[in-house]
């Protein structure tokens, strides 16, 4: 079967750096998606990494490595805005998103 | 209309009813999509449709159907409502399907209370 497994919730202090990872056995690869979803809202895209490697977009980067199936996001300078839920996706061999359940992410003063 | 636009916002509906649920996009995007999403586990397709006048199955198809008479609407129907279809209900488009840049893009969704 198809799985995307990520921590449940994780917790931050505002200022620091926090590593969210994501592991994942699907049908095929055809790139992993992060995405953001703050309470009661749609889920907002992030990064999208397709190649081995460290993807970086101002405060947030991701790394994928697909050999060992694995992903992470990582969030530098925490604001308390950053209090949100983090999906991870990975798109398999039919061209379908498969979704973790995501992470629970609290930021703390 | 800017984005994608879900209606209605949330539902209480009673057991065997049947209900649409409305889901339009302005950005001519090709590929129309709902998910489902409950606590603890992550979205869950229901039905897709990667251009007009085609849709698929997803994951958890049974109790739904969908159509896609035209680029910019994919309604979603339960012909006859049960409570395990309390969820929050999201649609999403993405430009090119099967293109693994493609990027899905959410409306704001829809919370369903089956009683």
């Known amino acids: 079967g198809q799985n995307i497994d990520q921590p449940t919730e994780m917790t931050a202090t505002e200022g620091a750096i926090v590593q969210i990872n994501c592991t994942y056995q699907?049908?095929?690869?055809?790139?992993l998606f992060w995405y953001q979803q703050h309470a009661g809202e749609a889920p907002t895209f992030l990064s999208y990494n397709v190649l081995d490697g460290l993807e970086e977009k101002g405060r947030f980067s991701s790394f994928l490595s697909r050999s060992k199936g694995y992903s992470y996001l990582l969030l530098k300078e925490l604001q308390m805005k950053d209090s949100a839920s983090y999906l991870c996706a990975v798109l398999d061999s039919n061209y379908q998103l498969i979704w973790g359940a995501g992470t629970k992410l609290i930021i703390k003063p | 209309i800017a984005g994608i636009t879900q209606a209605p916002t949330s539902q209480i509906l009673a057991a065997g009813r049947r209900m649409t649920l409305r889901c339009t996009q302005d950005m001519r995007h090709n590929a129309m999509y709902w998910y489902r999403q409950d606590l603890g586990l992550g979205l869950r397709l229901i039905h897709y449709s990667n251009t007009a006048g085609t849709t698929g199955k997803g994951e958890v198809p049974d109790g739904y159907s969908v159509s896609r008479a035209n680029t910019d609407d994919f309604p979603l129907t339960l012909a006859s409502a049960v409570p395990s279809q309390t969820s929050v209900y999201f649609c999403a488009s993405s430009p090119l399907a099967g293109d693994s840049r493609d990027t899905q893009y959410f409306g704001p969704g829809t919370r369903l209370t089956v009683l």
């Open positions: 699907t049908s095929g690869f055809n790139g």
